[in-house]
């Protein structure tokens, strides 16, 4: 339900634009005496413009009209006090949050960042690495042994002493014992950024200088590299499990197919006839260009790229869908920057190098909210914090400075005094080794720089129009989905009466068309055709048939059973309905013949049968009679002159 929630408001999403501006302060209409503003409607119009299916509703005038019922159910929602909620404000602050991040960045450092990650993608790396484990907050004299342990394996390692030994020997990463410390084949965004940056920046045959993560302290050794795989065009036909059907095998039936490939069918043809993923067979079985990561199945994947040449053909294989087998059309490199731009930015994001665009964020901010060096606060605090902040002990003493402002934020005021209490509970919590000066001018910053950034992300709707609106059209998306589900969608689910009086009312909109239930044969040549349908008007069963048609060299016949609406492009395309053995039908390179076991006639529906259908039109019924209730509820006023503005706008 989550996922329908996030695609409900996303629709709602609205970008700005010059024209919105324009009209920022004109006044549309009235909703019981409150104003709603031009640009709003502007942003929704031109935003949804292209959604819009019906070509009347892009009319300015039509498109009123869903604006106004939009806006009626908004003001409904709140009416009902949907937006008290607590579960209301807990998914809008939940969707806040996620869209601030999007506004929290540096963009200068961003577009670095994602250029840089994108000439390491078109590269791949194999790499070694040993591994010297070291807390992060380890005490110098751990630190000092980790960074000389890792320092002499690396002198040995240069001197010509076997990494892989090596690893084995000391590495601290427990695979190594078994790998060697081999990480094999990867690319960009896979590792760590201070790994990635040693893989793609020394020399192959080199072992780096040693290097810190969080992890500990690393050495690596570039084995190779080599251009990415980039992406590949493949064909597929897939096999799933039928739970219903007893007798029928997936792998058996992929097998029985894949033996027809290498006799010289035509893939594609085969594809079409028999691959349960209907969306590619229609295609043949092609799928869409992809690369490494992009599908849902690792085996899938690894299968594919195995292929080199096009026209090559996986052996079966199994994944989470079923059987399948594949084969190759074309190998692409690596897309463009621009085409991967949006991948990229959202890996980088999320990537331990974020922190360095963090950094230039808060910079940034810093000077946008006029924040000076501290110079003098460090000087009072180095006095006034006394040497026991390093067991943990200092406690804040009186003193009138700590009463003064630290530095502001707009109208927010931070204090000597807050910082001090920050200080205290470092100390406490952590305790101090190193420096005392050091180590509070590093909470300084830590300090100001959380402050400044919390300020900035609790108060982006003041600060940036653009998220300021992307948020409003959220919460008001939020709203709608929770008025429609309470008001309307679970209604028209749970009430069974007036879905069965609906049913009854409109029973000539649910009607059957005319079906057969059959079972079908598919031959590949159109003397085993023949035979087959000979066998098939004697009663010979499917099993019998196949046996007696099909050899271990030669598959040349595959069965399939169900019902289908007589115009099924499943079926032959002159096919004669009428029950029995039907005559063969040459299609595709193919030959059919059709056992009609029942013809079902047109008529209709039963209540069960149709209820997916009727609870959907039941929901628009419902939904089209609350709207006319709310019309009503509600005074709405429209202002023609700035309509007609709105339209002169537009058409410019």
Known sequence: MKLYRFLFVFCLLIAGNTIAQELDKQIIMTLDGEPVYASDFVRVYQKNLDLVQDESQKDVDEYLKLFIDYRLKLREAYEQGLDTTLKFQREFKTYRNQFARNFLTDNNVSEALVQEAYDRTVNEVNASHILIRVNQNATPEDTLKAYSKIKDIREKAVNGRSFETLAKTYSEDPSAKKNGGELGWFTALKMVYAFEEQAYTVPVGDVSEPFRTRFGYHILKVNDRRASAGEVEVAHIMVSPKPKDTVFNPKDRIEELYLKVKQGEDFGVLAKQFSDDRNSARREGKLDRFGSGKLNSEVFEKKAFSLTKAGQVTEPFETQYGWH????????????????RGELEKKVTKDSRANLISDALVAGL?????????????????????????????????????????????????????????????????GLSGDKNTAINNWLKEYVDGKVLAYHRDHLEQEDKEFSNIVSEYRDGLLLFDLMEMNIWNKAKKDTLGLKTYYETNKQNYLWDKRVNVTMAKVNNKTDAKKVRNLMKKGVSEVDVKSQINSDESMTTLFS?????????????????????????????????????????????????????????YQDYLEKNWIAALRTKYSVNI??????????????
């Open 561 to 617: 059973n169900g019902t289908f609406n007589v115009e099924d492009e499943v079926l032959p395309k002159k096919l004669k309905i009428k029950q029995g053995i039907s005559k063969v039908y040459e299609e595709d390179n193919y030959y059919t013949v059709v056992n009609i076991k029942d013809v079902l006639p047109a008529g209709p529906k039963t209540f069960k049968e149709a209820k997916g259908t009727i609870v959907s039109d």
């Open 325 to 340: 087998i594949i084969k190759l059309i074309d190998r692409f490199p690596i897309p463009s920057f621009n085409e991967m």
């Open 366 to 430: 810093k000077d946008h909210y006029s924040i000076g060096d501290f110079s003098e606060a460090k000087s009072f605090f180095s006095a006034y914090v006394t040497k026991d902040v390093k067991d943990g002990n200092w406690a804040i003493s009186d003193n009138s400075t700590l009463d003064q402002p630290l530095f502001k934020l707009r109208d927010s005021v931070f204090k000597y005094r807050d910082f001090a209490k920050f200080i205290y509970n470092k100390q406490v919590n952590k």
């Open 639 to 652: 202002n023609d002159d700035t309509v007609n503005l709105i339209k002169t706008k537009l058409e410019d």
